[in-house]
């Protein structure tokens, strides 16, 4: 089939408002949207600024009146509790509407915070949708973070409640959630009024007089008054969540979303990117704290009637690289979602696809990939072992949704390798010089979006409209700036070289090294520090910290090293995936002091370099080499 992507963009081009306001029937609206797109709204602009809806009622309710109540709407999937289960959708809309007027209860109204600290369990779920039901801003914090970084966003999100489960399970180990919550809150400013705890039978959580609740004690005597809360009118433009996100900083970015722009840009890409029908199951390999299990776990399976999947378990290791195939062939998978971390790690397990073969994933069509660069071998690789399309996408946390991919939806295009293929309908993709010039078709740019961003991206930082436009909108005046940089070819195929900042992408997972070299300054004996992002085999991209340590410590290195790794792991958390730090004498920099990340990283990476014009001595360079080989790097 030829594909209708080339009409379908350039009808967006020719009159972008037409073309929300039909994708925005998708919706079901309390009052449908009168006027499209507000230039002079916000920061940058609103979508739907007059319309109201609720996001709970068009991922349940209308569903459950429509007649698919008995269809699942959740499959738990968890090779870590040996189990599987299932909700329908009126299972789900009861346990909702219930846990809704369980957060009512405790004074949680609209507008309010609450914050998630939760592992891939459909309770994760299930206190979402119930914060969007009555109009709650729900803020989901990675499990995989430390005390600090739930603290800090603690007091940036001011949540009225939390919302935790008493551990999070992992291959070797089961994590104790609720001390880390615990010593975040008290860490914290910002103190939440209650905090809900879902206990798990691995591991039950001391809860602290006044202030913890039983979750499924607060459910039990809700259910047995019959207490259910409805679903609140909220505006299009109210936030739906905040989404913290790693910037340049140790200060993570809280990427704001709103209700309306988001529905109907999700609703647009199931159909016309992903091509999944309602009914079909599709499966986001991801987690509930990052915006890909945002947007793809949580919201929009469901919002179109499809089924999703919660899992709870590697790709790897539970119990082994046929994990994937067991559970698409087990519940009929029809799209998987996933980051290239993950195939590389099946990969290397299970090169010739044995594991594959044991299984009948015949429903299976296609395998997304997205969060990080899917390498040219990896991708033919999997194409060639699992004979399905491979297909790459680009986005951000910022964006909400894919800006550049193969829309599947509207008939395949062409694959080109190393390419997430060509921006979806909304997404005006230039690639500027530093001046702000388009360069040629093929040359290395930085990759902006043309102003407005179309539904579904962020329309501001949660109450910070000031870095909203210092981080994105003042580089390049007129549009935002996505911080890749990449090429867009003659036929429009975009390429993505990596990150024009100081952030590195670690099995799929975004992390700020500027944020890890705060943290190891604190360290007494460390007079300077540069944190890069060294090539990994399976992760893409691991973080490696060089450390000059101050005058006169006379300290074993090594053991200030190994102080090093475990500051990052207890103040950033084990997602950081800090394993290296190496002492040195001297870090390479320019005349003006700053320090050559970008060479120290082609150093490491083994890849060729010029010596930098400004360089203040070019013997340093030869210093971090050294240092590397040392350990065999
Ligand atoms: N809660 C607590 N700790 C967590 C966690 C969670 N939810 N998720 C991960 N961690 C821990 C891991 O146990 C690991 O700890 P360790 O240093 O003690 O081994 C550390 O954080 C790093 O995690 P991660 O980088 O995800 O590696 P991993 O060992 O868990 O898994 C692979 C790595 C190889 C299995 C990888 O292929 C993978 O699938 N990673 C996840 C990719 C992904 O889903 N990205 C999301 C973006 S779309
Ligand atoms: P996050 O906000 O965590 O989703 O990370 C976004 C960043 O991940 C982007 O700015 C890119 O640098 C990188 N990224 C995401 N998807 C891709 C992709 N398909 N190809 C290359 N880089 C990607």
Redesign the pocket.
């Known amino acids: 089939m030829a594909s209708r992507y080339a009409e379908v963009y350039a009808r967006w081009q020719a009159d972008p408002e037409a073309f929300w306001e039909e994708a925005a029937r998708a919706v079901e609206w309390m009052a449908p949207p009168a006027r499209i797109f507000h230039a002079d709204a916000g920061v940058h602009g609103r979508w739907f600024p007059d319309a109201t809806l609720n996001a709970c009622f068009n991922l349940l309710d209308r569903h459950v009146r429509d007649g698919r109540g008995q269809q699942v709407a959740i499959i738990h999937d968890s090779p870590l509790q040996g189990f599987s289960k299932c909700l329908t959708y009126a299972e789900v809309l009861h346990e909702v509407e219930t846990l809704a007027a369980v957060f009512v209860a405790h004074g949680v109204t609209k507008g309010d915070r609450v914050l998630l600290y939760m ?2 369990v459909p309770e994760a779920l299930i206190g979402m949708y119930a914060c969007a039901r009555i109009g709650a801003i729900h803020s989901v914090v ?3 973070f430390a005390a600090k970084e739930l603290a800090t966003r603690i007091d940036d999100a001011a949540p009225k409640m939390v919302l935790a489960a008493s551990c ?1 399970l ?4 089961v ?1 104790a959630y609720k001390p880390l919550l615990d010593a975040a809150i008290a860490l914290a400013t910002h103190k939440p009024d209650a905090v809900l705890v879902l206990q798990r039978l691995q591991l039950e959580a001391s809860l602290v007089e006044g202030r913890d609740l039983d979750w499924a004690h607060e459910v039990a005597a809700a259910k047995r008054e019959g207490r259910v809360a409805g679903c609140v009118e909220m505006q299009a433009t109210d936030p739906l969540y905040i989404l913290y996100t790693s910037g340049t900083t140790g200060v993570p970015k809280g990427v704001v979303r709103d209700t309306g722009g988001y529905l109907v840009a999700l609703a647009w890409s199931m159909r016309g990117l992903y091509d999944i029908a309602p009914g079909e199951v599709f499966w ?4 509930v ?2 915006v ?2 945002h947007s793809y776990i949580v919201y929009a399976p469901l919002l179109i009637g499809a089924t999703t999947l919660v899992y709870e378990g ?4 539970t119990p082994d690289a046929g994990a994937f195939w067991r559970v698409c062939a087990e519940h009929k998978v029809v799209s998987l979602f ?2 290239p ?2 195939l ?3 990969k290397k397990d299970d090169p010739g696809g044995v594991h594959f073969e044991k299984h009948n994933t015949s429903p299976l069509r296609a395998l997304f990939l ?3 660069r899917a390498d040219a071998n990896t991708v033919d690789w999997a194409r060639d072992t699992y004979g399905l399309p491979i297909i790459d996408h680009w986005w951000q946390t910022e964006t909400g949704w894919a800006i550049a991919g193969n829309p599947v939806g509207l008939g395949m295009l062409p694959i080109k390798p190393g390419s997430p293929t060509v921006p979806m309908p909304g997404f005006a993709l230039e690639a500027l010089d530093d001046a702000g010039n388009p360069v040629p078709p093929g040359t290395m740019g930085s990759l902006v979006i043309k102003l407005p961003m179309p539904p579904g991206c962020l329309p501001t930082l949660w109450k910070n409209d000031a870095r909203m436009r210092d981080s994105y909108l003042t580089a390049f005046p007129g549009s935002y700036n996505t911080s890749d940089s990449g090429a867009i070819d003659a036929d429009g195929y975009v390429f993505i070289l990596g990150r024009t900042d100081d952030i590195i992408n ?4 975004r992390l700020s090294t500027g944020g890890m070299e705060e943290v190891l300054a604190g360290h007494p004996d460390v007079a300077e520090c540069a944190v890069i992002g060294m090539k990994d085999a ?2 893409g991209e691991a973080p490696c910290g060089f450390l000059v340590l101050k005058a006169g410590v006379m300290r074993d290195h090594g053991a200030i090293e190994a102080e090093a790794v475990s500051m990052i ?1 207890d103040a950033i ?5 800090f ?1 290296l730090a190496i002492a040195v004498d001297r870090l390479p920099k320019t005349r003006s002091g700053k320090i050559l990340r970008g060479t120290m990283k082609k150093i490491a990476d083994h890849d060729a370099y010029a010596m930098p014009a400004t360089i203040e001595d070019p013997a340093t360079l030869d210093t971090i080499a050294a240092a590397l080989r040392g350990r065999g790097l």
């Open positions: 592992p891939m990675f499990g995989g999070g992992e291959p070797n180990r994590i986001t390999a991801s987690d704290g990052w890909v299990g590697k790709p790897i290791g996933t980051a971390t993950a590389r790690a099946i997205a969060g990080e670690c099995a799929g997972h399976i992760k792991r958390g084990p997602v950081a995936s394993k």
